[in-house]
């Protein structure tokens, strides 16, 4: 068995280099069984009942070939995309995770998450909540696509004016002790995104993997067999 591991996209226009090669590399996939989308795919994604926003077209058009092709479709809500809607499991028939979940695949049981919950922050975290209640989804309801898009997008810029992207840093000294603490659990592996810099670490014949960006370092994880690596796609 195949399955593919990607978080941390951030695509705003098809037109965009990392949004182009997304589809290049997805195009190039055969046989593929799973693809894990571990949050943040999407610069901003609020998921509505019957529409969808036109920029991200061409990936759902996409995916929606591969599940048709029998790609079953695993997407973890990041801290960009949420309420992610009936599109993705109505018609793509994929499995939507709020939060993290353990998930039997090829014989191992792999821990999904997109890795924001790690954030010891508490108003990080309320603001997470907020975005996630029921109030949010009620006003996806009221307010028209554009002005929740226009207002998404103000966000996403603000927020990236505040943390550019030279502050990467290694994750491993947070991911260590929650991924011990779910191998103690029973899972195999943990794998998530959020952290933009790509890990893998062995411990006692299990795996932490954070798949890193699809913005510059085009990384992702790869498992065939029951056995993880973690790759880059050069086109």
């Keep these: 068995m195949k399955a593919i591991f990607i978080a941390d996209a951030h695509l705003r226009r098809p037109e965009d280099r990392n949004y182009r090669r997304l589809l290049d590399f997805l195009d190039r996939q055969q046989d593929l069984d799973g693809l894990f989308l571990l949050g943040d795919i999407f610069e901003f994604w609020l998921g509505y009942r019957h529409v969808v926003f036109t920029a991200y077209l061409p990936l759902l058009e996409k995916l929606r070939q591969l599940a048709t092709a029998g790609t079953k479709i695993y997407f973890v809500e990041g801290n960009h995309d949420f309420h992610l809607g009936p599109y993705f499991t109505e018609v ?67 927020s990236k004016n505040k943390h550019p992207k030279n502050c990467r840093w290694d994750p491993s000294p947070m991911l260590i002790p929650f991924a011990e603490k779910e191998f103690s659990a029973g899972a195999d592996a ?21 798949v890193g960006d699809w913005i510059e370092q085009f990384s992702y994880a790869e498992m065939i067999d029951g056995k993880l690596s973690l790759k880059t796609y050069s086109d």
Excluded: M
């Design 92 to 158: 793509l028939g994929g499995t939507v995770i709020p939060d993290q979940q353990l998930v039997e695949w090829d014989g191992k049981k792999l821990l999904l998450c997109h890795g924001d919950l790690l954030n010891p922050n508490p108003n990080y975290q309320r603001l997470r909540r907020f975005w996630r209640s029921g109030l949010v989804r009620l006003l996806a309801k009221i307010i028209h696509p554009d002005p929740v898009w226009a207002f998404g997008i103000w966000l996403c810029n603000l």
């Design 190 to 210: 943990v794998l998530c995104g959020h952290f933009h810099h790509p890990v893998d670490r062995p411990i006692d014949n299990k795996q932490i993997i954070a």
